[in-house]
């Protein structure tokens, strides 16, 4: 019993502490355009710790449509030579920097926010997924190139914990080939 009430614990004050972040204040959309790596995740969903030793650096390439919306595809290659790939196009909201979508995938609602980005450098952004009543966060942390600075690294980090990522769940993703163009 003290062990569901702890976890209940720690879930609710992970999704108090979700719904406080807010996106970046002077977020320009046409920033995001373009090439994307994908180099920090963190999430405490359940499959993470599955499929976290096997996941590698994917691109994203985001593209901002004239509605004011953003397209996002993404892509990894697998170690079969494969390609995963994903797509989804996120609406825009009132607020500048929070968009929103459903992910036919995977079947949950996507509150998603563009916290902290440097456009020629990095994106940090925070998703709210929901399914069947259940929330669950996932951070990630972009970069242009597949390198980026300790200081972002660590500073993507502390974001995750103070979102309610357990430390174990975060995630920085070893470099990996690019898929070839679809």
Request: proline content about 4%.
């Amino acid at each position: 019993m003290t062990l569901l009430l702890t976890v209940l614990g720690a879930g609710l004050c992970s999704l108090m502490v979700s719904s406080e972040v807010i996106p970046q204040a002077d977020f320009n959309l046409q920033g995001m355009a373009g090439k994307w790596y994908l180099i920090g995740f963190a999430t405490n969903a359940q499959w993470f710790a599955n499929r976290r030793a096997s996941m590698k650096m994917g691109t994203a390439m985001f593209t901002p449509t004239t509605d004011g919306d953003l397209d996002m595809s993404y892509a990894s290659l697998i170690s079969d030579g494969s390609c995963w790939r994903m797509s989804n196009l996120a609406k825009k909201t009132d607020v500048p920097g929070k968009f929103t979508y459903t992910s036919e995938r995977w079947a949950n609602e996507n509150d998603m926010r563009m916290v902290d980005v440097k456009p020629d450098e990095y994106a940090l952004t925070h998703t709210i997924k929901t399914k069947g009543g259940d929330n669950t966060i996932v951070n990630k942390l972009y970069g242009r190139g597949v390198d980026l600075s300790a200081d972002l690294l660590e500073k993507f980090r502390q974001f995750s914990l103070e979102t309610g990522i357990l430390p174990e769940n975060v995630a920085f993703l070893p470099k990996n080939a690019e898929c070839p163009d679809a």
